[in-house]
Nanobody, 123 residues
Framework: VQLQAFGGGLVQAGDSLRLSCAAS????????LGWFRQTPGREREFVAA????????FHADSLRGRFTASRDNSRSAMYLQMHSLKAEDTAVYLC?????????????????WGQGTLVTVSS
């Protein structure tokens, strides 16, 4: 499985941004795809996930309503739509793949990670 997140950049507070994750090697047996973000000195933070087996989406409680994850039906791409961005959303955003059943909010359970994309929100 190979993953690549892209679409980051420098935006102003209050702006919207859509990230994409290109995924190859994902099969009908793959359990979930997830979005996480990381800032220096902090643990990787769960943002959102999609359980591929049934299409269920999961979002961090603190981000629900501003961030929305979605995917295309081919399983080859996942998206993260972000609205009303704040300075504290500044981070490297990464997408990840979980092959077998696990807790989608736990980054330790993901098997594959892509290169992240940096989102910088200027206040």
């Amino acid at each position: 499985v190979q993953l690549q997140a892209f679409g980051g950049g420098l935006v102003q507070a209050g702006d919207s941004l859509r990230l994409s994750c290109a995924a190859s090697g994902v099969t009908h047996n793959t359990y979930a795809l997830g979005w996480f973000r990381q800032t220096p000195g902090r643990e990787r933070e769960f943002v959102a996930a999609i359980r591929l087996t049934d299409g269920s989406t999961f979002h961090a409680d603190s981000l629900r309503g501003r961030f929305t994850a979605s995917r295309d039906n081919s399983r080859s791409a996942m998206y993260l739509q972000m609205h009303s961005l704040k300075a504290e959303d500044t981070a490297v955003y990464l997408c990840a793949c979980m092959i077998n059943w696990g807790v989608v909010r736990n980054h330790h359970e993901y098997n594959f990670w892509g290169q992240g994309t940096l989102v910088t929100v200027s206040s």
